[in-house]
């Protein structure tokens, strides 16, 4: 399993547990089958970016969240940490500015 295949089965699984919903119901939200949703989870497969758009709806978050490493992926890999200082505060700007866009 890759970095980034393990950073979005990680991020879809926290991001669900988070709203307290099942597999099988966020497998409904985003009009596919739980089974692929499980898939997913444990890094088999990994979603299109129109699924991933699909999940990250159903999940009431925007799509590049589910890729955003939590702090036990970051342990595993070396990284410049003021780089990615920046980086997430980049991305959270971009997110606050698309969303009062949106408002």
């Given at each position: 399993?890759?970095k980034?295949?393990?950073?979005?089965?990680?991020?879809?699984?926290?991001?669900?547990?988070?709203?307290?919903?099942?597999?099988?119901?966020?497998?409904?939200?985003?009009?596919?089958?739980?089974?692929?949703?499980?898939?997913?989870?444990?890094?088999?497969?990994?979603?299109?970016?129109?699924m991933?758009?699909?999940?990250?709806?159903?999940?009431?978050?925007?799509?590049?969240?589910?890729?955003?490493?939590?702090?036990?992926?970051?342990?595993?890999?070396?990284?410049?940490?003021?780089?990615?200082?920046?980086?997430?505060?980049?991305?959270?700007?971009?997110?606050?500015?698309?969303?009062?866009?949106?408002?």
């Amino acid at each position: 399993m890759t970095k980034v295949q393990k950073c979005l089965a990680s991020n879809i699984k926290k991001y669900r547990k988070a709203l307290n919903i099942t597999q099988e119901q966020l497998a409904e939200k985003a009009k596919t089958s739980t089974t692929y949703i499980g898939t997913i989870e444990i890094g088999k497969k990994f979603p299109s970016p129109q699924m991933i758009e699909r999940i990250a709806d159903a999940l009431q978050i925007e799509s590049l969240q589910l890729f955003q490493p939590d702090s036990n992926l970051l342990m595993e890999s070396h990284f410049d940490l003021e780089k990615f200082k920046e980086a997430l505060l980049n991305n959270i700007s971009k997110a606050v500015d698309l969303s009062l866009k949106k408002n």
